[in-house]
């Protein structure tokens, strides 16, 4: 079973940033894609950005474009989103999960492994 763990979530004004991180198990190293979501009260999950496995590709939510960049570091089995500029309408559970599909993905049925999640909360 691959374990995922989030970090970084807390309470930022607008226009400010964080960084969130996604710690993997070790069976993670070179086998998944990896996608991070959010969730608001009252909505559905909605896809944010999502990473190949090898780093080499990037897909993101219109919604975050030119804000939020996805990264990971293998060696280290972490993922990371690195939001900027940011919005009350990002407060969310942000959550990382982990694909093992052929393809970046931003539907969340499709991916397999799923973290606990961590809040973030923007202040206008």
């Known amino acids: 079973q691959v374990q995922l763990v989030e970090s970084g979530g807390g309470l930022v004004q607008a226009g400010g940033s964080l960084r969130l991180s996604c710690a993997a198990s070790?069976?993670?190293?070179?086998?998944?894609?990896m996608g991070w979501f959010r969730q608001a009260p009252g909505k559905e999950r909605e896809f944010v950005a999502a990473?190949?496995?090898?780093?080499?590709?990037?897909f993101y939510a219109d919604s975050v474009k030119g804000r939020f960049t996805i990264s990971r570091d293998n060696a280290k089995n972490a993922v990371y989103l690195q939001m900027n500029n940011l919005k009350p309408e990002d407060t969310a559970v942000y959550y990382c999960?982990?694909?093992?599909?052929?393809?970046?993905?931003?539907?969340?049925?499709?991916?397999?492994?799923w973290g606990q999640g961590t809040q973030v909360t923007v202040s206008s």
């Open positions: 999960a982990a694909d093992r599909g052929v393809a970046l993905s931003r539907t969340p049925q499709l991916y397999d492994y």
């Open positions: 990473i190949s496995r090898n780093g080499g590709r990037t």
């Open positions: 070790e069976r993670t190293r070179n086998s998944y894609d």
